[in-house]
């Protein structure tokens, strides 16, 4: 998924900010997105881990329901963001479009966030181990402020992407606490 997206942002004239540069464009380049490095050394190794070591129930109702719950989180997501990136052009959207790097990385998204959640919220097969809850709470808890960083100095912080990434781990430690404290 990762070189999908690079190859997509590298034909859009995204890939990097001297191809912005030379193609006259301004915003954030693919390789300055914080989550592009994350979703490749630790959120796609994690998932790697989990599937390989749970069998999580994809095809229970509560599966499907994560699912589309998930896809509707995504989407709407995709949306805003195409929204903001009118003023602050990025490799996943601009000119209030979600470029097909965009498109590649909301498939991985709602991915990700479906293996996660059925981690974190269902049961799975064998009982979750407390180490593996902390592992994975550990590395959404890196990937949500690198998810939202752009490393270019044109980029700060804002309230809502603090607000942002606080609620995702607040929220995160609170579903790991949970299971840990009553066994879940």
Not at 57 to 63: E, F, K, L, N
Request: no cysteine.
């Amino acid at each position: 998924m990762t070189a999908g997206q690079a190859i997509a942002a590298y034909y859009d004239g995204y890939l990097t900010q001297g191809q912005m540069i030379v193609l006259g464009r301004h915003g954030y380049a693919w390789v300055e997105h914080g989550g592009t490095f994350v979703d490749l050394f630790v959120i796609t190794p994690a998932m790697a881990y989990i599937t390989s070591q749970y069998r999580l129930a994809y095809t229970a109702w509560w599966g499907w329901l994560l699912l589309g719950l998930t896809a509707i989180v995504v989407l709407w997501s995709m949306q805003m963001y195409s929204q903001i990136a009118v003023s602050a052009p990025e490799a996943h959207t601009h000119h209030g479009e979600t470029t097909i790097a965009g498109w590649i990385h909301g498939v991985y998204a709602i991915w990700g966030i479906w293996v996660f959640a059925l981690f974190l919220v269902t049961p799975t097969t064998p009982h979750t181990s407390i180490h593996d809850l902390l592992l994975v709470a550990v590395a959404l808890t890196i990937l949500f402020p690198l998810g939202v960083i752009k490393f270019n100095s044109t980029w700060s912080w804002t309230i809502s992407n603090s607000w942002q990434v606080g609620i995702e781990i607040a929220g995160v430690w609170l579903i790991t606490t949970v299971r840990i404290a009553f066994n879940l």
